[in-house]
């Protein structure tokens, strides 16, 4: 590796550069490796979490399935954590994300909503992000039969789930739906790769600035060039956030998407919004492979201390 990545952990070297192609036999071959790898995680369980496999109707209709966690022990009226999880806009929830969800809700005693919206390529914006907005709005609809409380929703995911989280919170602001909290891991938010980082880290591990690229340029295909950006396309590019819930952005530190994710913390702050920073050393887009890592460890605990001060009181 070159010296741009000195300092990076150990764990991280030995990963490849991967430029993923966006072509439909490319992602379906990955998205079944996807749905093979977490059938066991998903089979075995967790004796102190009930799974409820549900199904929110879009707004054409379409069934999204919604994985639902509860704790065994949870209270009557109970907050809710919708988790988008990430993919590249293209790619299905892995056993991490599987394993996180579980753990936000053992540790908070929210109900968590693992939300499975429609895929890029077939699928792409806006209809992902109707998909992720629909279930914040089934959430408040259906909250007295399913035990949730609307004065404490928070939306959250990493990666091009960051993008909805952060849509989904710009959109209910908008709509003056309330938000308690956003958290952020290392989020998806500006179409316009132009940052240092996406220009500097084309070939980082795992996910680098030319996957980057084409990840915008299939999700933002059916938005015609030198026209307006429709909104909530790109977050990071809005520029009213004043109103924005309390946000926990983090970020890793060789990751093409590091830069858009400071400078939305920044544009936050100035708007007087409370951001919560964990802008992790050592690091790579979708670190937590790498359990033995203590910065892993470390950043969950951070995730939840936030969910915990944000819905928990």
């Known amino acids: 590796m070159t ?67 509860t704790p065994v022990d949870a209270e009557p009226a109970r907050p809710v954590i919708l988790y988008y999880h990430g993919g590249a806009f293209a790619l299905s929830w892995a056993s991490l994300h599987w394993e996180a969800c579980q753990t936000y809700a053992l540790e908070t005693g929210a109900t968590v909503l693992l939300i499975d919206y429609r895929l890029g390529p077939r699928h792409v914006f806006p209809t992902p992000l109707d998909d992720c ?26 990666s091009a789930g960051g993008y909805f989280a952060a849509a989904v919170a710009q959109k209910a602001c908008d709509q003056n739906i309330p938000v308690t909290s956003s958290l952020l891991i290392y989020p998806v938010l500006d179409s316009d790769c132009k940052t240092t980082s996406a220009t500097e880290f084309t070939d980082a591990p795992l996910w680098n600035g030319v996957s980057n690229r084409r990840m915008w340029d299939m999700f933002l295909k059916n938005v015609p060039d030198g026209k307006p950006e429709p909104p909530y396309a790109s977050p990071g590019h809005r520029s009213k956030l004043a109103g924005q819930p309390p946000t926990y952005i983090e970020t890793a530190e060789f990751d093409p998407l590091r830069d858009e994710g400071l400078a939305y913390a920044d544009a936050l702050a100035a708007a007087g919004v409370q951001v919560d920073r964990n802008e992790t050393k050592g690091t790579i887009h979708g670190y937590e492979m790498a359990q033995g890592n203590p910065v892993v460890a470390e950043s969950m605990t951070r995730r939840c201390n936030f969910f915990k001060a944000t819905l928990c009181n």
């Open 3 to 69: 010296d741009k990545y000195k300092g990076m952990h150990p764990a991280y070297r030995k990963v490849k550069s991967f430029n993923l192609a966006f072509n439909p036999f490319m992602v379906g071959l990955l998205n079944l490796m996807m749905r093979l790898t977490r059938w066991n995680t998903v089979r075995k369980g967790h004796p102190q979490i009930n799974v409820a496999n549900l199904k929110v109707p879009s707004t054409d209709n379409h069934p999204v399935p919604v994985y639902e966690m």
């Open 133 to 158: 907005y629909r279930a914040l709005e089934w959430v408040r609809e259906n909250a007295a039969q399913r035990g949730y409380d609307t004065n404490r929703i928070a939306v959250a995911g990493d």
